[in-house]
Structure formats: C-alpha cells, structure tokens
C-alpha cells in the first residue's frame, strides 16, 4: 500500500506560479516511480509530469513543458511540481500518482496508487 498526499493548490492569476507537493508514505519511496495528472471538468484525466524512481527519467506533456518542473526528494518521501507561467487552461484538480514499475509512464492505467487531488484555479 501507497498512501499519497497532495497539498499547495490554490487559485492564482495567470502567469503566477504554484508548487505541488505529494507525501508518500507505506513503501520505500525511492523504489516507485511517480507522476502528476490533472483532469478539468468534463475532460479526460491526462498526465502532467513523470519522473521514475531515480529521477533520472522526466516526462512531460507539450503543453508544459518549459513552465511546470517535476522534482523528487527521497529523503523527504516527496514529489514537488513546481508550476510557473500558469495559463487558464492550467485551471483542473491535480493528481499524484504512484506506478510501482519504477518506470514512470504516460498512463494513468499504469499508476497503482493516487492521491485526493488539489485544486488549481487560473483565473485571467
């Protein structure tokens, strides 16, 4: 079992900045891979981020790429999203999610376990 927890949603103006935070805790974090989703109302559930189990492997989708950073610290049992440059169309509910592979896929079928979700609202 993975519990996660997401925290540091909010609403902000567009072209602020956000930072997500996801604390893990039941396994050896450093064993899994995590990534970070988010769904808008009446949208498909889509991935954000990804990174594996070392950090050495990052994903991220084209529409945030050069804005949004994925970060882990497995110190800490914590995976950050650090988001700048929100536009309105960042506005959705924000997932952590764990993929026990290691591997950190695009997927959502891929992930075992997943957090609550935090809201992040982008108003103009």
């Known amino acids: 079992q993975v519990q996660l927890v997401e925290s540091g949603g909010g609403s902000v103006q567009a072209g602020g900045s956000l930072r997500l935070s996801c604390a893990a805790s039941?396994?050896?974090?450093?064993?899994?891979?995590l990534g970070w989703f988010r769904q808008a109302p009446g949208k498909e559930r889509e991935i954000v981020a990804a990174?594996?189990?070392?950090?050495?492997?990052?994903y991220y989708a084209d529409s945030v790429k050069g804005r949004f950073t994925i970060s882990r610290d497995n110190a800490k049992n914590t995976v950050f999203l650090q988001m700048n440059s929100l536009k309105r169309e960042d506005t959705a509910i924000y997932y952590c999610?764990?993929?026990?592979?290691?591997?950190?896929?695009?997927?959502?079928?891929?992930?075992?376990?997943w957090g609550q979700g935090t809201q992040v609202t982008v108003s103009s």
């Open positions: 039941g396994r050896t974090f450093s064993d899994y891979a």
């Open positions: 999610a764990a993929d026990l592979s290691g591997r950190g896929g695009v997927n959502y079928e891929e992930y075992n376990y």
């Open positions: 990174i594996n189990w070392s950090g050495a492997t990052i």
